[in-house]
């Protein structure tokens, strides 16, 4: 049987406030064209569908119209709650579309009592043990998310640990078993918004280690990191991310986004194949002077810009200038070239209120304040000094 594994969709997310909807609806064509195109047996969303718990319904509209292709094509679908999506939401829409082979796992459940989703295709079977996303507040009491915070990651590391051994209880040798989660695996590669790229381990955040994922599946399908990639020290051989769709923030500006193709078959690891996406506008940053900025920018028309920009001071109006010249640029942010001498700390309780602002605007500018500013900041104060005496 033939999987496709997708995650992290995040449908309905906006840019800086900028709607993405058709490149949504652009890259979510693509994908389940590469289903239809692929023959494939079942379509698997390791969580994250939408990106709020209350999605618009135009972000509604994209998941209907996907589930609606791959409906029409036979493909059965598995949709795994991950910790942006509202679980009681999806327990509504799944108790409708289960009767079209849409199979929602909205919740943790028992492996006999719907933990397991079992597939039949020629003959075949594919057993899915899907665990949804754990929220911490659900694994762990008051008292031990209260307690110091690596015992609490520890311990919520535990609980998981004992909630997967669980869920694999209904594998068969004869099928074909697939784990599906949407959980932070140790160790995995994590996108900061500079672009550069940092490991995040179990100790820092709530998560468990590659051992803890099950060995006799023959694929294990994860989401919930956006960069694809695969996991290293699972005990089966195959386990990966397949990370989202689109590069959904500036630090995913690098990222080849893909879905995995896997062929399974019972008893063997999965054969995975990365297949690259191309819809949907990429990100990308431009840095320099006002004028550098805008000369790169303008030879880049189709991505989401972030520009920033170097300047010596403060210059009013100026990201509004950046973003008439770059419509794309969806973010703007300043560094200053020109910054304040040291100087001999003085208590801020002996500085005047000018002096303060000063001071203030030199941490957070890294210069003094233009004249019309200062101003305009004597004004403000001369009116709020004005109605204190007046109350
Ligand atoms: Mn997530």
Redesign the pocket.
């Known amino acids: 049987m033939r999987l496709l594994h997708t995650a992290?969709w995040h449908l309905g997310r906006t840019i800086r406030g900028r709607s993405r909807l058709p490149e949504f609806e652009a890259v979510l064509a693509e994908v389940c064209g590469i289903a239809v195109d692929e023959d494939v047996d079942v379509f698997l969303v390791a969580?994250?569908i939408w990106d709020t718990m209350s999605p618009s319904p135009e972000a509604e509209r994209l998941l209907y119209g996907a589930l609606r292709r791959l409906v029409e094509a036979r493909i059965d679908v598995v949709l795994v709650a991950?910790?942006?999506d509202n679980p009681k939401r999806l327990a509504a829409f799944g108790s409708l579309v289960d009767l079209l082979g849409v199979h929602v796992q909205d919740r943790v459940k028992r492996w006999d009592e719907g933990g397991t989703i079992r597939i039949e295709r020629n003959g075949e079977t594919m057993l899915i043990a899907a665990v949804p996303?754990v929220p911490e507040g659900r694994a762990l009491k008051a008292d031990e998310i209260l307690g110091p915070e690596f015992e609490s990651y520890q311990q919520y590391a535990e609980v998981v640990d004992g909630i997967y051994r669980r869920a694999t209880k209904g594998f068969q040798g004869d099928a074909i078993n697939v784990f599906a989660a949407?959980v932070f695996i140790d160790d995995a590669r994590i996108a900061l918004f500079d672009g550069s790229e940092r490991r995040l381990h179990i100790g820092q955040t709530y998560g468990v280690a590659p051992a803890m994922l099950p060995g006799h599946a023959q694929y294990v399908a994860l989401?919930?990191v956006h960069e694809p990639q695969e996991v290293l020290g699972a005990p089966n051989g195959a386990a990966t991310y397949s990370g989202s769709l689109l590069q959904l923030d500036f630090g995913e500006r690098d990222q080849q986004k893909i879905v995995r193709l896997v062929d399974l078959e019972p008893g063997r690891p999965g054969i995975v194949r990365a297949v690259p996406l191309t819809a949907g506008r990429r990100l990308g940053e431009v840095r320099g002077t006002f004028e550098e900025v805008v000369e790169h920018g303008s030879r880049l028309p189709d991505l989401h810009l972030r520009a920033v920009v170097s300047v010596p001071r403060p210059e009013p109006g100026l990201a509004q200038r950046i973003r008439e010249a770059l419509p794309n640029c969806v973010d703007v942010s300043v560094t200053y070239t020109d910054h304040a001498e040291e100087r001999e700390e003085v208590p801020l309780s002996m500085l005047g209120p000018q002096e303060s602002f000063t001071r203030y605007h030199e941490h957070r500018h890294g210069t003094p304040p233009a004249p019309e500013v200062l101003a305009l900041f004597r004004e403000v104060l001369d009116e709020a000094t004005r109605a204190v005496e007046e109350e």
Do not use: R, S
Request: hydrophobic share 10%; net charge negative.
């Open positions: 992290d969580g994250d991950g910790n942006h996303w949407h989401g919930h």
